[in-house]
C-alpha cells in the first residue's frame, strides 16, 4: 500500500546538534510539508514543497532546513538554531503542487516526536 | 490573514449520544475548502470529513456530519451515535483556492467519549 513513511519514530538531541527527520512518500505525490505540533497548539507549517528542487519556507522556518532532490522525499533538520526544538514533527502530501489541489486531503505520515537530552 | 478557530478545547459525549464541535474561520476568498481531521493517541492524521465552499450542501460521512454556514464562517462537525473510538484530538482546517494548497488549522478540541 502507498503512504508516507517517517523516521525515526522517536529522535532525542543532543545541545548544539542537528538532526535529520526523514520522511518518504510512494504515492507520487508532488507536494510535501512539513508540521510540528505542540500541546494545546494546532499544526504550524514549517516548509513546504511543490515540486523537486524547490521549496517555500512556512509561518516558522527559522532554526529548520530542507530539501527536495528527489520527489519521494523530504527531510527535515532541525539544526542548533532551533531553540526549542521539542514536539511532534508531522510531515504531509498531496497529489497536486501549486493551487490545484482542491479539495484534496493532505496524507499524513506517523510522525517523529524529538526530544533534547 | 486565515485563520481558523476551534473555541472548545475539550468535550465529553456519553457513548451512544451526539457531539457537536465548534469551528469558525476567517477568510476573505469566496472560494475555499474547510476539512476536519482526527487525531487519535496514536497520532496519525486521518481526514474524517471536507467541504467545498461553493456547495451549500452539508457533507456527511457515516455517522459524521457538518453544518457549514457560509455568512457565518462556521463549520461545525456532528458525531452522532459515539464510539468509544471516536475519542481523540479534532482539528478544523481551511484552505484557499489557489494558496498552494496550504492548511490553515485550528488548535482542536480534545474529545472524550465516555462508557
Known amino acids: 500500500d502507498g503512504g508516507i513513511t517517517q523516521s525515526p519514530k522517536y529522535l532525542f538531541r543532543k545541545e548544539g546538534q542537528n538532526v535529520t527527520l526523514s520522511c518518504e512518500q510512494n504515492?507520487?505525490?508532488?507536494?510535501m510539508y512539513w508540521y510540528r505540533q505542540d500541546p494545546g497548539q494546532g499544526l504550524r507549517l514549517i516548509y513546504y514543497?511543490?515540486?523537486?528542487?524547490?521549496?517555500q519556507k512556512g509561518d516558522i522556518a527559522e532554526g529548520y532546513s530542507v530539501s527536495r532532490e528527489k520527489k519521494e522525499s523530504f527531510p527535515l533538520t532541525v539544526t542548533s538554531a532551533q531553540k526549542n526544538p521539542t514536539a511532534f514533527y508531522l510531515c504531509a502530501s498531496t497529489p497536486v503542487g501549486g493551487g490545484g489541489q482542491g479539495n484534496q486531503p493532505q496524507h499524513f505520515g506517523d510522525g517523529t516526536r524529538l526530544s533534547i537530552l | 490573514a486565515q485563520t481558523v478557530t476551534q473555541s472548545q478545547p475539550e468535550m465529553s459525549v456519553q457513548e451512544a449520544e451526539t457531539v457537536t464541535l465548534s469551528c469558525t474561520y476567517d477568510?476573505?476568498?469566496?472560494?475555499?475548502?474547510l476539512f476536519w481531521y482526527k487525531q487519535p493517541p496514536s497520532r496519525q492524521m486521518i481526514l474524517v470529513i471536507r467541504?467545498?465552499?461553493?456547495?451549500?450542501q452539508n457533507a456527511t460521512e457515516n455517522r459524521f456530519s457538518v453544518n457549514f454556514q457560509k455568512a457565518a464562517k462556521s463549520f461545525s462537525l456532528k458525531i452522532s451515535d459515539s464510539q468509544l473510538g471516536d475519542a481523540a484530538m479534532y482539528f478544523c482546517?481551511?484552505?484557499?483556492?489557489?494558496?498552494?494548497?496550504?492548511?490553515?488549522f485550528g488548535k482542536g478540541t480534545k474529545l472524550s467519549v465516555k462508557p
Open positions: 467541504q467545498e465552499a461553493y456547495k451549500q
Open positions: 477568510t476573505s476568498e469566496s472560494d475555499y475548502y
Open positions: 482546517a481551511a484552505r484557499v483556492a489557489g494558496s498552494q494548497g496550504n492548511l490553515i
Open positions: 504515492l507520487n505525490h508532488d507536494a
Open positions: 514543497s511543490q515540486i523537486v528542487n524547490d521549496f
